[in-house]
Structures are given as structure tokens and as C-alpha cells.
């Protein structure tokens, strides 16, 4: 705590008070103070994130700025925050991208806009909330609380087939949060009474149960990460979504996945996560590799970049399961990086919807010529999806791959193949949507990036290439409680 | 034991008999116009109730009329809920009724007799006066639907409603019977006695046990003894599906905790596996049926059954846990319905009713603050943090988890999902869809408050959930004298 105040407290409700004033401001006709409320709630959310990092002890794996209070005494629920190394920098990029998000849908949210920016701002909070939770069950709260803003935002502000998409969405994330609740009542049951994260970690658990509750976890990690087999719901999800809830979606939701088995299934189950390794390594791959492919086909722009997060996210998950310090590392930093990237590609794809009204690919060419500003961030950005040298993407790839040339030369070789397909598909994109002639009368039309759009992209811009060039301020935040987790993961948790 | 002493434990009940006589008189002296007072008088009556329940409130547990009745916190705290309950029953109706003319000292009479049958039940400590508040119940709801003579629909619900209930009274009768053959007693304490000395007649009681399970699976409505609770949601007026699917589970709750628990524990091995049959059953028909409905009341009929299927989770697990979770569940779903049919009536309008999927369409377009009271108790149905349902279902799986059957909790929680989603249906309705109507939503500031506190609340308990479960908790633990 800093100034005695609970600092992780407020960046989850501060958020979420704003948005209630943003509801408040009713219908569209107070539109541009909804905007502003928006605009105020969202800086001041990343503001009052700051001290996490300022004040952040990189010397401890220990939880930090912890809060604790009585919440539900009779089930032993507390309302128990904390971060460490792994949480604490979602949720620095978590209260950034509520900014970016909120300006992004500045112009371009017409109808509903007050419900629109609150939405954002509760489900930030929320958000917030599941990376600082230290109580399952207030993890729980928030991680099923945050679908519901969501469900809204795909459902009235999403494409023609939004609502099989958002419906989908729910109702898949939803199937596998319940199987994690009753594994967290077993384990509530299993060490007498408490829902705290950090005792489940110390609890010993027979193997049979081990898998059991690994599998329960990994019902509701995989789908939100998402992995190989319950992948669908994602690219129908991204694809109807506005633009701002495909940047939540990619830069946030995807990563509460991963988190979660890094907070959850690895040191809750150590010996089923070593024992079930080779599969989740095998579906990470097949996402990898097999996603890729799939991307390399895509006509409609946001769905190859919704399946290049596939692909990438099998990078994160792979990184985790070779329990090594470099995969971890690599991972967590590439779920950063992937953050940003993916954030910043839907972003583009968002501008060029708002002038066209299209995602096809087909329907481009020759942007170059009448968007140039536009051309050389959307280059930026195309390159650091690919994984180029100097841009985030290549830090947390290649750590993951030295990671797992440590374990395995064919899973480094089959991961390394990411390189190459990512970029084929990330550049021909680019090839296809920018370079060449003015393709028709529409293109002719285009008009470049305004000052807002302008100020978004070079935001971004500048911390995809700073964590590329100089990831350093990250990694040292992560040392501590990667190494701590290591060691914690190794130790078998069999009852003796 | 004097007269006095056994009057101060039924003093509420005789406070609301004198009450609903002198109503009942004073309502024909007035003209139609007037009713409001008959309202207030109710209201009042209610109010009175209240106070005398929590004056006479005594710790521990006091038997009256020769154990017949008894007074605990369980019961007394079911009591106010049903105060509560019923009087925002009747807030929801007023203006629903009086636009139909059905806004009748009849109805207000009946909706009180109601009342006092589930009090009766609800403090019942022996077969007769079990059977006697049940009958009273539900020959006041069996009027109710068919108050509104003039509608083949309601009159068709009420006749099914009669047959069907005098069916399961019969069973429950007959297993009741049963019981005093083989214990030979009716007093559910000295049941519970007979049983645990070991009865000779085995096979009397488990025949016995059967028809009451069957009796009182008929009362809660669930599968497979189900078929009248689609059929009466449906027909019935919106006012008076509100009064069955509410209040009267609080008392159905009671009922069941009474005899299973309280008279017939020693054979819980046996009901119980009977009531996981009962229960899976009802998760499963309840919510695969309610999707096919395109007619909200009939909707939350098969959402209903499955409620109940899940709160008899609850009674399975046994113990405070289970008992008191199961009693949470009811609370709370308590609550939700009445929230839930009483946005119906919100929205419906002289010669109007929106009881069907489309009639909510594009509610958020109409009235932004309704869409979003009606989508915190859809979330709530749906069991979704943060609000109340989540808890219940919660504590349920919690208590189900404890004694072992975590395969029940699983099944549990996959039939939810399925629940989840036509519930999800009803806020994607609201929302995302565009309005077929453009009417005006008119509504009195009385309901209007009313709901938007209903809706609120759920928010609320569902982020401070730990006092009412507490509650349910200390009064089942201090009520039924587990240990």
C-alpha cells in the first residue's frame, strides 16, 4: 500500500464508479459528455495503476499491496487483493488499453454511446479485479462478472451475426468457468475451509484428483485462452465484435486465460500439469502450426488476425507447460507483446472499417496511396505480428523458443515454423490490403489518419518498439515470482 | 400448559384470522371504487403480522396445542419473508388487477387465507396441521386462478390445478396413513422416535415414505409429478402466478424440511436417493423445455421446476450446510421470481399482457432502467456473479460437494448451462434486438420503486450475500435440532 491507501482496490473501482456516472448521463443526447466522463475515467484509471509499478518490490515473489477484509465470514470468503510480478503488469496494460479503447470508439460509436463507454469502463474494473484477486471466489465474481459487459458490447454494437457470436461466446466461456467453480468448492473442501489462491497452492492432492481438478481448470483457462479444440467461439467473437471489444478481447480476455493456469493450474496441480505437459504442449503446437495455416487462408481481414492470436497464444501456452525459466518468461512477455500487437492490428483494421465498411480483403489495395501515414503504422505493426528483430513480438517468441530447444529440438523446430507463417500471413495481408494500384472508386476515397487516430497509434507505436528494443523494466518484474513459481512447480504435491 | 401459553406462538396466525374475517366484512360495505382501502387494510394487516411475529419471537423452540404447532426462528423468520412476500405481491398486482377488474375484496380475502395456510404450514409440527395449512393454501391459490371466471384459459388452469392438487393431497394423505400405521403417531417428533427404535413394519413404511415423497414432489412441482405447473403459470392471471410461483415455496420449503427432516430422518438414506432421481430429473426437463417456450410465464414454469430440482440438491446433502443452503436457495428465488413476473405486469397493459418472448424486445430502447433491473434478475436466475443467484447456486454445490457427490455437482452445473442460456435469450431480446412496440410503458411510482428495488436488491445481496445466508444458516441449525 502507498500512502496507506488500497491501491489495487482503486483501480478496480474507480473504473467502475465511472461507469456508472457514464450510464447516468442516459441517451444519446448527453453523447458528448458520456465521451468525456469516459475519456476522464479511463486516464484516471491508468493513473491510479502507476503506483503498482512505481512501488513495486522486484526483489520479493511475495503478493504485494496486499488488502484483506471479511467479506462472506461464513464461507470464509475474503475480499483478498494482491499482486505480484505476473499479475501486477496486466493490469498496467489492462487500465492503458480502457484508454485507447475509449478513444478509439470516440467518432465511430453513434447510437448508445453512454452504455457503450460504460460497459468498457465496468468490464475494466473488472478485469482488474481478476488479476488482483487473491480469493478464488472473488476471482471467480470477476471473472464471470466481466462476460456480461462483454456479452452486451459484441451483442448491440457488433457485426450482422453478432448475436450467434456473442451468444457463443458466453455460453462456451461460460461452460467452462462453471466445471472451475466446483473444482474450487473441492479444493475449498480439501484444505478445511479456505478459498484463498495461495492455500490452495500449499494443499496436498492425490494424482486421480490431481487430473480431475486440472482438467476442470483447464475447461476454463483453454477456452478463454483460447486453445486448439475450444478455439471457435473466437474468431466469430472478433469478427462481429466492434472494434474496441476485439482490442479488449485480444489484449485483455485471451490473457485471463493464461493467466489463470499460470495462477491456477500449474502450482494448484503441479504433478497433473507435469503429467498432462505433453498434451497441452501437443495442442499448443497444432495451434501453432495448424492455426497458422488456417490464418494464411483468411479473406476477412479481423479473422486472420483473430486466428494470428491463436497461433500466438500457442506460443504463451507452450511457453508455460515446458516449465523452464526462459518458456515462462518468454510467455508472459509474449502475452504482453501480443497485447499490444493484436491490439494495435485490430485497431487498424477498426480504421479501415470506419471509412470502407468492409473487412474483405478483396475489397482493398493500393491503401498506400491514399492513406500513407495509416501504411506505416499498420507496416509497424504487420512486422511485429510477423516477429521482427527490435519490435516486442520477438522477445517473448524467442524466449519461448530457446525454452523449449532446452526440452525438445522438434518443439522448438515446429514453433520456430511460426516465424515463417506468421510472417507470410501478416505480410501478404499487408501486400494485398495496401500495396498495388487503387483497387476501386472506394479506396480513391480514403482519407488518412486524424489527429486522434494519430495520437492512438503512435501509442502504441512507441511501446511495441520500446519493449522490442529495451524489454528489460518488464522482464525484472517478472524474475521473482517466475523463478518462485518454478520452484514451486517443480516440488510434488502428492500427499505423502 | 395454560391457554395463554399456548396462544402467545399462534398469536400472529389469530391476528391475521381475525383480521381477514373482519376484511372479508368490512369490504362488502364498500363500494368498487373505494378497494384501495380494503388495500391499505391488507397492507396494515400484514404490518401487524410483522410486528406481532418478531414481538412473540422466543429463543429456543416452544410447542403449543400438545406439540401441534411450534415457534423457532426457522419458522419465524420464514414467516416475515412471507409477509414481505405477499405484500409486494399485492404491490405488483394492484394496478394489473384493477385495469382487469379483478381487483377484488375476494382476491385480497383469498390472497390472506393463503397466507395464513402457509403460516400454518410453515409452524406445523404434526401430520394434521401439516395437511390442514397445505389444504387451506391450496384451496385459496385453486380460487385464485380461477377468480377471473370469464377467461376458458384461466378456468381450464384452475380445473387442472384442483384435480392434480387433490390427487397429491391424496397421496400425501394416504403415505400419511401410512406412516401413523406403522409408527403410530402423527406427531412428526414422535415419528422420528418410532423410526430410530427401529419400526416393525418395514415395508409399510417405505410404501408409506413413497406417497409422501411423490405428495410432496406433486406441491414443489417436480418432475416427474411437474405437469400442472406449466399449464397453471400459463393460464392463470399474471397476479395470481406471481402468488403461486413466489411466496408459497417458502412454505413448500418448510413443508418438506418439516417431514423429511424433522419426522423422518431415520430414513434419509432412502429419500434422499430418491429426491437425486426427483432433482436430476427436474434440472434436466426444466431447462431443456424452457427453451422451447415462447411464452414467458410458462417460460419461468420450467424454470421454476428447475429451481426447485436444485434447491432438493440442498436437502440431499443434509446437515446445516445442505439444509440451509437449500432454504438460501428458496429465499433467493423467492425474490428472483417475483421480480421476474413482476416486470410482466409492468409491462402489461389494459387488455394487454406481456407474457411472451417478443414483448420484450428491445426493451433498452423503451425503458433503459427496466431492460437493466430485468437483466440483473436474469443474471441472477442464470446464477451469474455478481448477483444473488450465483450465492445460492453457490452454497447448494458447496453442500453438495462436502458430502461427497461431486458427480451431482457437475451435473448440476452442466444443466445451468443450458439454464444460462434462455435466460441470456430474454437479456439478447432486450437488448439487442429492436422494439415491436412503441407504447408508452405506464407504470405507478409504488411498482415502479418496488421493482427497481427488487432488481437493486438482488444486485446487493448478491455483493454482501453473507448476512442472509447466515441467517438461514443459524435458524435451520437452531430449528431442527440436527446435533
Same mark, same amino acid.
Given at each position: 500500500m502507498?500512502?496507506?491507501?488500497?491501491?489495487i482496490?482503486?483501480?478496480?473501482?474507480l473504473?467502475?464508479i465511472?461507469?456508472i456516472l457514464?450510464?447516468?448521463?442516459g441517451?444519446?443526447?448527453?453523447a458528448?459528455l458520456?465521451?468525456l466522463?469516459?475519456?476522464?475515467?479511463s486516464v484516471?484509471?491508468?493513473?491510479?495503476?502507476?503506483?503498482?509499478?512505481?512501488?513495486?518490490?522486484?526483489?520479493t515473489?511475495?503478493?504485494q499491496?496486499v488488502?484483506?477484509?471479511?467479506?462472506?465470514?461464513?464461507f470464509?470468503?475474503n475480499?483478498?487483493?494482491?499482486?505480484?510480478?505476473?499479475?501486477?503488469?496486466f493490469?498496467?496494460?489492462?487500465?492503458f488499453?480502457?484508454?485507447i479503447?475509449?478513444?478509439?470508439?470516440?467518432?465511430v460509436?453513434?447510437?448508445r454511446?453512454s452504455?457503450?463507454?460504460?460497459?468498457f469502463?465496468l468490464?475494466?474494473?473488472?478485469?482488474?479485479?481478476?488479476?488482483?484477486?487473491?480469493d478464488?471466489?472473488?476471482?471467480?465474481?470477476?471473472?464471470?462478472a466481466?462476460?456480461v459487459?462483454?456479452?452486451i458490447?459484441?451483442g448491440v454494437?457488433?457485426?450482422?451475426?453478432r448475436i450467434?457470436?456473442?451468444?457463443?461466446?458466453f455460453l462456451?466461456?461460460?461452460?467452462?468457468s462453471l466445471?472451475?467453480?466446483?473444482?474450487?468448492?473441492y479444493?475449498?473442501?480439501?484444505?478445511?475451509?479456505?478459498?484463498a489462491?495461495?492455500?490452495?497452492?500449499?494443499?496436498?492432492?492425490?494424482m486421480?484428483?490431481?487430473?480431475?481438478i486440472?482438467?476442470?481448470?483447464f475447461?476454463?483457462?483453454?477456452v478463454?485462452v483460447?486453445?486448439?479444440?475450444v478455439?471457435?467461439?473466437l474468431?466469430?467473437a472478433h469478427?462481429?465484435?466492434p472494434?474496441?471489444?476485439s482490442?479488449?478481447l485480444a489484449?485483455?480476455?485471451?490473457?485471463v486465460?493464461a493467466?489463470?493456469?499460470?495462477?491456477?493450474?500449474?502450482?494448484?496441480t503441479p504433478d497433473a500439469?507435469?503429467?498432462?505437459?505433453?498434451?497441452m504442449?501437443?495442442l499448443?503446437?497444432?495451434?501453432?502450426v495448424?492455426?497458422?495455416?488456417?490464418a494464411?487462408?483468411?479473406?476477412?481481414?479481423?479473422k486472420l488476425?483473430?486466428?494470428?492470436?491463436i497461433s500466438h497464444?500457442?506460443?504463451?501456452t507452450m511457453?508455460?507447460?515446458i516449465f523452464?525459466?526462459?518458456?515462462?518468461e518468454?510467455?508472459?512477455l509474449q502475452?504482453?507483446s501480443?497485447?499490444?500487437?493484436a491490439g494495435?492490428l485490430?485497431?487498424?483494421i477498426?480504421v479501415?472499417?470506419?471509412?470502407?465498411h468492409?473487412?474483405n480483403?478483396?475489397?482493398?489495395?493500393?491503401?498506400?496511396?491514399k492513406?500513407?501515414?495509416?501504411?506505416a503504422?499498420?507496416m509497424?505493426?504487420?512486422?511485429?505480428?510477423s516477429?521482427?528483430?527490435?519490435?516486442?513480438?520477438?522477445v517473448?517468441?524467442?524466449?519461448v523458443?530457446m525454452?523449449?530447444?532446452?526440452?525438445?529440438?522438434?518443439?522448438?523446430?515446429?514453433?520456430?515454423?511460426?516465424?515463417?507463417?506468421?510472417?507470410?500471413?501478416t505480410?501478404?495481408?499487408?501486400?494485398?490490403?495496401?500495396f498495388?494500384k487503387?483497387?476501386?472508386?472506394h479506396?480513391?476515397e480514403?482519407?488518412?489518419?486524424?489527429?486522434r487516430e494519430?495520437?492512438?497509434?503512435s501509442?502504441l507505436?512507441?511501446?511495441v518498439?520500446g519493449?522490442?528494443?529495451?524489454?528489460?523494466?518488464?522482464?525484472?518484474i517478472?524474475?521473482a515470482s517466475?523463478n518462485d513459481?518454478?520452484v514451486?512447480?517443480a516440488?510434488?504435491?502428492?500427499?505423502? | 400448559?395454560?391457554?395463554l401459553?399456548?396462544?402467545?406462538p399462534?398469536?400472529?396466525?389469530?391476528f391475521?384470522?381475525?383480521?381477514?374475517?373482519?376484511?372479508?366484512?368490512?369490504?362488502?360495505m364498500?363500494?368498487?371504487?373505494s378497494k384501495?382501502f380494503?388495500y391499505?387494510?391488507?397492507?396494515l394487516?400484514?404490518?401487524g403480522?410483522s410486528?406481532?411475529?418478531?414481538g412473540?419471537?422466543?429463543h429456543?423452540?416452544?410447542?403449543?396445542?400438545?406439540?401441534?404447532?411450534v415457534d423457532d426462528?426457522?419458522?419465524?423468520?420464514?414467516?416475515m419473508l412471507?409477509y414481505?412476500?405477499?405484500?409486494?405481491v399485492l404491490?405488483?398486482?394492484?394496478?394489473?388487477?384493477?385495469?382487469?377488474?379483478?381487483?377484488?375484496?375476494?382476491?385480497?380475502v383469498l390472497?390472506?387465507?393463503?397466507?395464513?395456510g402457509?403460516?400454518?404450514?410453515?409452524?406445523?409440527?404434526h401430520?394434521?396441521?401439516?395437511?390442514?395449512?397445505?389444504?387451506?393454501?391450496?384451496l385459496?391459490?385453486?380460487a385464485?386462478v380461477?377468480?377471473?371466471?370469464?377467461?376458458?384459459?384461466a378456468?381450464?388452469a384452475?380445473?387442472?390445478?384442483?384435480?392434480l392438487?387433490?390427487?397429491?393431497?391424496?397421496?400425501l394423505?394416504y403415505?400419511?396413513?401410512m406412516?401413523?400405521g406403522?409408527t403410530?403417531?402423527?406427531e412428526l417428533?414422535?415419528?422420528s422416535?418410532?423410526?430410530?427404535?427401529g419400526?416393525?413394519?418395514k415395508?409399510?413404511?417405505a410404501?408409506?415414505?413413497?406417497?409422501i415423497?411423490?405428495?410432496?414432489a406433486?406441491k414443489l412441482?417436480?418432475?416427474p409429478?411437474?405437469?400442472?405447473? !406449466?399449464?397453471?403459470?400459463h393460464?392463470a !392471471?399474471?397476479?395470481?402466478?406471481?402468488?403461486?410461483g413466489?411466496?408459497?415455496?417458502?412454505a413448500?420449503f418448510?413443508?418438506?424440511v418439516r417431514?423429511?427432516?424433522?419426522?423422518?430422518?431415520?430414513?434419509?438414506h432412502?429419500?434422499?436417493?430418491m429426491?437425486?432421481?426427483?432433482?436430476?430429473?427436474?434440472?434436466?426437463l426444466g431447462n431443456?423445455?424452457?427453451?422451447?417456450?415462447t411464452?414467458?410465464?410458462?417460460?419461468f414454469?420450467y424454470s421454476?421446476?428447475?429451481?426447485?430440482?436444485?434447491m432438493l440438491?440442498?436437502?440431499?446433502?443434509?446437515?446445516i450446510?445442505?439444509?440451509?443452503?437449500?432454504?438460501?436457495?428458496?429465499?433467493v428465488y423467492?425474490?428472483?421470481?417475483?421480480?421476474?413476473?413482476?416486470?410482466i405486469m409492468?409491462?402489461?397493459?389494459?387488455?394487454?399482457?406481456?407474457?411472451t418472448?417478443?414483448?420484450f424486445?428491445g426493451?433498452?430502447?423503451?425503458?433503459p432502467w427496466?431492460a437493466?433491473i430485468?437483466m440483473?434478475l436474469?443474471l441472477?436466475?442464470?446464477g451469474? !456473479?455478481p448477483?444473488v443467484?450465483?450465492?445460492a447456486?453457490?452454497?447448494?454445490?458447496?453442500a453438495i460437494v462436502?458430502?461427497g457427490?461431486?458427480?451431482?455437482?457437475?451435473?448440476?452445473v452442466?444443466?445451468?448451462?443450458i439454464?444460462?442460456?434462455?435466460?441470456?435469450?430474454?437479456?439478447?431480446?432486450m437488448?439487442?434486438?429492436?422494439?415491436?412496440?412503441?407504447?408508452?410503458?405506464?407504470y405507478?411510482?409504488?411498482?415502479?420503486?418496488l421493482?427497481?428495488?427488487n432488481?437493486l436488491g438482488v444486485?446487493?445481496?448478491g455483493?454482501?450475500p453473507?448476512t442472509?445466508m447466515?441467517?438461514?444458516?443459524?435458524?435451520v441449525?437452531?430449528?431442527l435440532l440436527l446435533?
Open positions: 502507498i500512502f496507506g491507501l488500497p491501491v482496490s482503486i483501480t478496480i473501482w473504473p467502475i465511472f461507469g457514464v450510464l447516468a448521463t441517451d444519446d443526447k448527453n458528448p458520456a465521451r466522463l469516459a475519456l476522464v475515467g484516471l484509471g491508468f493513473l491510479v495503476t502507476l503506483p503498482l509499478y512505481i512501488g513495486f518490490d522486484t526483489t515473489s511475495s503478493m499491496f488488502e484483506h477484509h471479511d467479506w462472506i465470514t461464513r470464509n470468503i475480499y483478498y487483493l494482491g499482486v505480484d510480478g505476473i499479475s501486477m503488469l493490469i498496467l496494460l489492462n487500465s488499453f480502457t484508454v479503447v475509449v478513444l478509439a470508439g470516440w467518432r460509436i453513434e447510437k454511446v452504455q457503450y463507454m460504460a460497459a469502463l468490464m475494466s474494473g473488472m478485469i482488474n479485479g481478476v488479476f488482483g484477486a487473491l478464488s471466489i472473488l476471482f471467480y465474481v470477476f471473472w464471470e466481466m462476460l459487459p462483454m456479452f458490447i459484441i454494437w457488433g457485426g450482422p451475426n450467434y457470436a456473442t451468444m457463443k461466446f462456451y466461456t461460460l461452460l467452462g466445471l472451475m467453480l466446483v473444482a474450487l468448492i479444493l475449498y473442501n480439501l484444505t478445511g475451509g479456505s478459498f489462491i495461495l492455500d490452495f497452492h500449499q494443499v496436498a492432492i492425490p486421480t484428483a490431481q487430473i480431475l486440472f482438467i476442470a481448470f475447461f476454463a483457462f483453454a478463454k483460447p486453445m486448439f479444440p478455439h471457435t467461439w474468431p466469430d469478427v462481429e465484435a472494434t474496441g471489444g482490442v479488449i489484449a485483455l480476455m485471451l490473457k486465460g493467466y489463470g493456469f499460470l495462477r491456477f493450474s500449474m502450482p494448484i500439469s507435469h503429467k498432462l505437459a505433453g498434451v504442449i501437443a499448443s503446437l497444432i495451434a501453432i495448424y492455426i497458422g495455416l488456417v494464411l487462408m483468411q479473406t476477412d481481414m479481423k488476425v483473430a486466428y494470428s492470436s497464444m500457442g506460443f504463451v511457453g508455460l507447460f523452464n525459466a526462459y518458456g515462462m518468454g510467455a508472459l502475452m504482453i501480443h497485447g499490444f500487437v494495435a485490430f485497431l487498424c477498426g479501415l472499417y470506419d471509412r470502407m468492409s473487412r480483403i478483396a475489397d482493398y489495395g493500393g491503401v498506400a496511396n492513406m500513407p501515414v495509416f501504411a503504422f499498420f509497424l505493426f504487420a512486422m511485429a505480428n516477429g521482427l528483430p527490435g519490435t516486442s513480438a520477438f517473448g517468441e524467442f524466449m523458443i525454452g523449449a530447444i532446452k526440452v525438445n529440438f522438434w518443439y522448438a523446430f515446429a514453433a520456430g515454423t511460426t516465424l515463417i507463417f506468421g510472417a507470410a500471413y505480410l501478404w495481408l499487408y501486400k494485398r490490403v495496401i498495388g487503387v483497387a476501386n472508386q479506396v480513391e480514403l482519407t488518412d489518419l486524424n489527429a494519430v495520437l492512438i497509434m501509442l507505436a512507441v511501446l518498439l519493449m522490442g528494443v529495451y524489454p528489460l523494466p518488464l522482464s525484472e517478472l524474475h517466475v513459481l518454478l514451486h512447480v516440488h510434488s504435491k502428492l500427499p505423502l | 400448559m395454560n391457554l401459553a399456548n396462544l402467545i399462534v398469536s400472529a396466525e389469530i391475521l384470522l381475525v383480521m381477514v374475517c373482519f376484511i372479508l366484512i368490512a369490504d362488502l364498500l363500494t368498487q371504487s384501495l380494503t391499505l387494510l391488507v397492507q394487516t400484514l404490518l403480522c410486528i406481532i411475529t418478531v412473540t419471537h422466543e429456543g423452540v416452544t410447542y403449543a396445542f400438545n406439540n401441534m404447532y426462528l426457522m419458522s419465524d423468520v420464514l414467516k412471507s414481505l412476500g405477499m405484500s409486494m404491490v405488483y398486482s394492484r394496478q394489473y388487477l384493477m385495469l382487469r377488474g379483478l381487483f377484488t375484496g375476494e382476491f385480497m390472497a390472506l387465507f393463503a397466507l395464513l402457509m403460516n400454518v404450514m410453515i409452524s406445523a409440527n401430520f394434521l396441521t401439516l395437511y390442514l395449512g397445505l389444504e387451506l393454501l391450496s385459496s391459490l385453486y385464485m380461477a377468480l377471473q371466471r370469464d377467461s376458458a384459459i378456468t381450464e384452475a380445473m387442472k390445478y384442483f384435480v392438487g387433490a390427487l397429491a393431497s391424496g397421496l394423505l403415505g400419511m396413513s406412516m401413523y406403522a403410530g403417531s402423527l417428533g414422535v415419528i422416535d418410532a423410526i430410530n427404535h419400526v416393525q413394519n415395508s409399510l413404511l410404501f408409506g415414505l413413497v406417497f415423497v411423490s405428495g410432496l406433486f412441482g417436480v418432475v409429478f411437474h405437469m400442472w405447473v !406449466p399449464d397453471v403459470y393460464g !392471471p399474471t397476479a395470481m402466478t406471481l402468488l403461486i413466489s411466496v408459497p415455496k417458502l413448500a418448510a413443508f418438506t417431514i423429511l427432516v424433522e419426522g423422518l430422518q431415520g430414513l434419509e432412502d429419500w434422499s436417493s429426491l437425486i432421481i426427483l432433482a436430476i430429473a427436474s434440472m434436466a431443456l423445455a424452457a427453451i422451447a417456450q411464452n414467458l410465464k410458462r417460460m414454469a421454476t421446476i428447475t429451481h426447485m430440482g436444485f440438491l440442498g436437502l440431499i446433502s443434509g446437515g450446510e445442505g439444509y440451509g443452503s437449500a432454504m438460501f436457495y428458496t429465499v423467492m425474490m428472483m421470481s417475483l421480480g421476474a413476473f413482476g416486470m409492468l409491462l402489461s397493459r389494459a387488455g394487454f399482457e406481456a407474457d418472448l417478443n414483448d424486445k426493451l433498452n430502447q423503451r425503458s427496466l437493466f430485468m440483473l436474469m441472477s436466475m442464470a451469474i !456473479p448477483t443467484g450465483f450465492y447456486k453457490f452454497s447448494v454445490l458447496n462436502q458430502t457427490h461431486t458427480w451431482l455437482a457437475i451435473v448440476a452442466l444443466f445451468s448451462l439454464g444460462a442460456f434462455y435466460y441470456l435469450r430474454i437479456i439478447k431480446l437488448y439487442f434486438d429492436a422494439p415491436e412496440s412503441h407504447e408508452p410503458i405506464v405507478g411510482s409504488d411498482t415502479g420503486l421493482i427497481s428495488l432488481g444486485l446487493f445481496l455483493l454482501m453473507g442472509l447466515s441467517i438461514c444458516a443459524v435458524s441449525q437452531q430449528s446435533y
